[in-house]
């Protein structure tokens, strides 16, 4: 089933840390084909708001029919959506990307930020021995939902108030951390260093990239990134993050 494009209700709304929200959509046309790694776009009332802001999946629910959105609010538009309260509705497309490519391998997972909420949903569909590092800047999120899934968590602070002080990076050597695939997604200075450890140690990398987008089918090459090989439908070296990815194998792509 391909992308949907549907009127949503607001099943419930919290506030998870500073500008961090939980909202959990009823949307069962979305939520039966949707996987890990994958997002949807959400539209604003606001008619001078006409881009839907793209937002990656936290948690499925399939058998209610309920995606679990969390999100940071850095706009206009998320600020809109962090007024929603129980039986408001909203427009939504998806679902939308490619979503991660699940192995049976020992796994480990990284999240930085608002990067950490993706990674939720793929400890829950991942059957495989697997490890959960995330990174935060200061406030944590998510953690208790992250221990429930049965991964052993690590967790890195820029603060150093929380886990080892420093990065996902920093976290993965202090612990020793170990696993055959690495999938992550947060910030690109992040993924970047994730890269560059994956390739030195010989570790298949799955990289969700983060990325503003416009369409978010792929149409408008608004939301591209370097890529090895040329794309098939731009003719050059670019991968469209929003059709082609989010997620991609690190050794495909430029950072």
């Not at 069962?28 to 999946?57: C, M, T, W």
């Not at 495989?128 to 429930?148: H, Q, W, Y």
């Amino acid at each position: 089933m391909g992308a949907t494009k549907i009127t949503a209700k607001v099943v419930s709304q919290e506030k998870l840390a500073t500008d961090v929200y939980s909202l959990i959509l009823k949307a069962e046309e979305v939520a039966v084909s949707a996987k890990a790694g994958q997002f949807v776009s959400l539209y604003s009332k606001d008619g001078s708001n006409l881009l839907p802001r793209p937002i990656s999946l936290c948690e499925v629910n399939k058998a209610e029919g309920t995606l679990r959105l969390v999100y940071r609010v850095v706009g206009k538009g998320t600020k809109e959506f962090s007024a929603l309260n129980s039986g408001d509705v909203i427009d939504i497309m998806g679902p939308l990307g490619n979503g991660f490519n699940k192995k049976d391998s020992k796994a480990i997972l990284i999240g930085g930020g608002i990067g950490i909420p993706p990674m939720l949903e793929l400890a829950k569909e991942l059957d495989c021995d697997k490890s959960i590092v995330l990174g935060f800047r200061d406030e944590t999120f998510l953690i208790d939902d992250m221990n429930a899934t049965g991964g052993r968590v690590f967790i890195a602070s820029e603060d150093g108030k929380t886990g080892v002080k420093g990065t996902v990076i920093d976290a993965i050597k202090e612990y020793g951390v170990e696993g055959d695939v690495i999938y992550a997604c947060g910030p690109t200075p992040m993924l970047r260093a994730i890269k560059e450890y994956a390739l030195n140690n010989n570790i298949e990398a799955q990289l969700s990239l983060e990325e503003k987008m416009a369409c978010g089918i792929g149409a408008c090459l608004a939301c591209v990134c370097n890529s090895k090989e040329v794309d098939a439908h731009s003719h050059v070296k670019n991968k469209r993050i929003c059709k082609d990815g989010p997620v991609f194998d690190a050794r495909e792509i430029e950072l």
